[in-house]
């Protein structure tokens, strides 16, 4: 079964200094933070910005390709948790027919919000997030993991708010 999601927001994370990409299922009971690198935040803080640059990005590009097939995007989900590691599928349907296409969650987010489609997480995933954690990370990482499901609207500022 898969949750739909909504990017909530993007932060840095005060331990690692890296971003995190926040989301949020769309009744507000689940949170699902994914660390992403610096170059994918940015790709997806621009779409959230609505900063258009002077020559596509690479994410613009593979909008640019897909809708030049006539390849719609139908939704991505991020549908697997191996070592800490997510996976995400972009979903395809070109004439009447479906596919996959194998992406990096953060990939995949930011081409969900040049498409304007839907963001899935596998339940499982979900699930596996929250008790790998708990047994895998540090306190400090557990505390910021806290934090994280305590955010608010408010907390995540204006700046990135979606």
């Not at 079964?1 to 932060?11: C, S």
Request: hydrophobic share 45%; charged share 25%.
């Amino acid at each position: 079964m898969e949750v739909e999601m909504k990017i909530r927001g993007l932060m840095m994370d005060p331990v690692t200094n890296m971003p995190i990409v926040v989301l949020k299922d769309v009744q507000g009971q689940a949170i699902l933070p994914i660390w992403v690198g610096v170059y994918e935040a940015n790709a997806i803080a621009l779409e959230i910005e609505k900063v258009h640059t002077p020559r596509p990005m690479t994410h613009d590009l593979l909008k640019n390709v897909l809708m030049g097939l006539e390849v719609r995007v139908q939704k991505i989900v991020v549908n697997d948790l191996k070592d800490d590691t997510f996976y995400a599928l972009i979903w395809v349907e070109r004439d009447g027919q479906m596919m996959t296409i194998d992406s990096r969650p953060s990939d995949a987010l930011a081409l969900a919000l040049r498409m304007d489609c839907p963001i899935y997480v596998d339940e499982l995933v979900l699930k596996n997030s929250k008790v790998s954690s708990a047994f895998t990370e540090k306190n400090t990482s557990e505390q910021l993991r806290n934090w994280l499901e305590g955010l608010s609207d408010e907390d995540l500022g204006s700046r990135y708010k979606m």
